[in-house]
């Protein structure tokens, strides 16, 4: 009897497996579809990665509208990440208004196996606008046009937007290019990234 | 209390919610940056934010209306392919990929036609109870 009031008051409900078969069909299929768009480089995926460590390389790194200044970042508290940096950790942020890159890898660390992207060759590079990046270390063979180095890093003014505190040492430039670009990433990218020829792929290694 | 969760669940689109709870949390994790920076980089960030957020309400209030079940459930399938252009896309594939179950298991998710008949009763008891009726 109680029981059936229990129906009353809540109807049981039940799913309907060839309609959810249908659903994820139709899901499967618009997901495909958006992967492939984006690999072709029609749509552009926006990232913005935090916290986690990821390291970026590139063939060549074109770039207009470039800054450059460190920054103290600050880890949250009893972050197992701390080690004996006490919590703190210098970074250079580095702010690129447009950017193309050849032969992009990106590689997230996920304990044990890395996330590995894939994208852009050099006749379709990959495209990145406002691109910011807090690295602890960058390689590469760097070339710059209009270069002002030591310029104070709140009045930075080549990449709107983007400016280091007061009495920070910064650097900006007109244009830089960047050979065999190798980025230790840390805390914040934020940028919309056009992906042609996307790869994904868990791979042991990374880039 | 156990029972009385399990009468709750089954009342609900309560897997489909959860998958789509699990999405919003995972996608949300991989674009979690400091909040002046998400403001700072303007509409992709915000837009990155607001995905996972609106997916996770979807999955919430999936539990606690599940009668609006249809809208919430396509609201979160959309939010979800969404996901793969504003936040890392779709939380590097794996809150896509799940948002996508939660979605389709609540859109499928139906409840019982109203006029079951009780399995536990005898069939005569029915009859035998609206005779009885009848005759007052």
Redesign the interface.
């Known amino acids: 009897m109680t029981q059936a009031e229990d129906q009353e008051e809540q109807p049981q409900g039940r799913t309907r497996w060839r309609r959810f078969a249908l659903t994820m069909g139709i899901s499967t299929m618009v997901t495909a579809g958006l992967v492939v768009l984006t690999a072709q480089g029609v749509i552009a995926a926006s990232f913005s990665v935090s916290g986690l460590p990821f390291v970026v390389t590139a063939d060549e790194l074109q770039g207009t509208g470039f800054e450059q200044y460190a920054v103290l970042d600050q880890m949250e508290p009893g972050s197992p990440n701390e080690g004996d940096t006490g919590g703190q950790l210098i970074l250079i942020v580095s702010a690129i208004d447009n950017a193309k890159l050849s032969n992009l890898c990106q590689s997230i660390s996920l304990g044990g196996t890395n996330l590995r992207l894939t994208a852009g060759n050099a006749d379709h590079p990959v495209t990145a606008t406002k691109l910011i990046v807090d690295s602890d270390l960058i390689t590469g063979d760097a070339s710059f046009t209009s270069i002002d180095i030591g310029q104070d890093a709140s009045t930075l003014t080549r990449v709107p937007g983007a400016t280091g505190g007061i009495g920070i040492f910064g650097q900006q430039a007109e244009t830089v290019n960047i050979k065999h670009l190798r980025q230790n990433n840390y805390a914040t990218t934020a940028a919309t990234f056009n992906l042609p020829g996307l790869h994904m792929s868990f791979s042991a290694e990374g880039c | 209390m156990r029972r009385s969760f399990r009468?709750?669940r089954?009342?609900?689109?309560f897997?489909g919610g959860l998958f789509i709870v699990v999405a919003a949390v995972e996608i949300f994790l991989?674009?979690?940056?400091?909040l002046p920076?998400?403001v700072?980089?303007?509409m992709?960030?915000l837009?990155?934010f607001l995905v996972p957020i609106i997916m996770l309400l979807c999955g919430v209030l999936l539990w606690f209306t599940?009668a609006n079940r249809t809208f919430y459930s396509i609201l979160a399938?959309l939010m979800?392919?969404a996901s793969?252009?504003?936040?890392?896309?779709g939380g590097?594939?794996i809150g896509?990929?799940l948002g996508?179950?939660g979605?389709?298991?609540a859109?499928?998710?139906?409840?019982?036609p109203?006029r079951?008949p009780?399995p536990?009763l005898p069939p005569d008891a029915d009859t035998a109870e609206l005779t009885e009726r009848a005759e007052r």
């Open positions: 009468g709750w089954r009342s609900r689109p897997w991989t674009v979690k940056a400091p920076v998400v700072h980089v303007g992709q960030g837009a990155g599940p399938l979800a392919f793969w252009v504003t936040s890392n896309l590097f594939l896509l990929l996508m179950i979605g389709s298991l859109f499928s998710w139906q409840p019982a109203p079951k009780a536990a």
